[in-house]
């Protein structure tokens, strides 16, 4: 029972930059096989999650971000929406480091996946239907359902968490 709190400086820009990184992940998807994705996912995933480990140990204050940094990360995250299908952890590590509160960082990284996915359909539309795919709309009315059950159940789990343990 509270209005969502979407850092748009944050959200807005990552959003811009993620377009033309979704077209450039749709020419990463056709080129890489997917072995080789899921290996350089992971890698940077544990990478980053290192990183942020080491910031929290090291007491580094939240920084402004550079807004280079913010379009680059914008960039990759388009890249992994149409090549590798998982966004979220750079998302949500940065957002973790520019020092966003656990509400923020949850109504932000909604804000987020909800733009990164319209952009992402949009870019894979054309080239889904060339490639003589299928939708299974079953599957993805079912999909639908499980989104919407899942927000719920996280929102109720979310307000539990103790705000000085969430990340």
């Given at each position: 029972?509270?209005?969502?709190?979407?850092a748009?400086?944050?959200?807005?820009?990552?959003?811009?930059?993620?377009?033309?990184?979704?077209?450039?992940?749709?020419?990463?998807?056709?080129?890489?096989?997917?072995?080789?994705?899921?290996?350089?996912?992971?890698?940077?995933?544990?990478?980053?999650?290192?990183l942020?480990?080491?910031?929290?140990?090291?007491?580094?204050?939240?920084?402004?971000g550079?807004?280079?940094?913010?379009?680059?990360?914008?960039?990759?995250?388009?890249?992994?929406?149409?090549?590798?299908?998982?966004?979220?952890?750079?998302?949500?590590?940065?957002?973790?480091?520019?020092?966003?509160?656990?509400?923020?960082?949850?109504?932000?990284?909604?804000?987020?996946?909800?733009?990164?996915?319209?952009?992402?359909?949009?870019?894979?539309?054309?080239?889904?239907?060339?490639?003589d795919?299928?939708?299974?709309?079953?599957?993805?009315?079912?999909?639908?359902?499980?989104?919407?059950?899942?927000?719920?159940?996280?929102?109720?789990?979310?307000?539990?968490?103790?705000?000085?343990?969430?990340?």
């Amino acid at each position: 029972r509270r209005r969502p709190r979407v850092a748009w400086g944050e959200v807005g820009p990552i959003l811009l930059a993620s377009v033309p990184g979704a077209v450039c992940g749709v020419l990463v998807l056709r080129a890489l096989p997917k072995s080789v994705l899921q290996i350089a996912v992971g890698v940077a995933v544990i990478a980053a999650a290192a990183l942020r480990a080491r910031a929290r140990r090291d007491a580094a204050p939240p920084t402004p971000g550079d807004p280079r940094a913010r379009l680059a990360l914008g960039f990759v995250t388009g890249t992994l929406s149409t090549s590798a299908g998982v966004n979220g952890p750079p998302i949500a590590l940065w957002f973790a480091h520019r020092g966003l509160g656990p509400a923020e960082i949850r109504d932000s990284l909604s804000a987020a996946f909800l733009g990164l996915g319209v952009i992402a359909a949009a870019v894979l539309a054309p080239v889904l239907a060339t490639a003589d795919v299928e939708v299974d709309w079953g599957a993805l009315a079912a999909a639908l359902v499980c989104v919407v059950a899942g927000h719920a159940v996280g929102r109720r789990a979310f307000a539990r968490i103790d705000a000085a343990r969430y990340e």
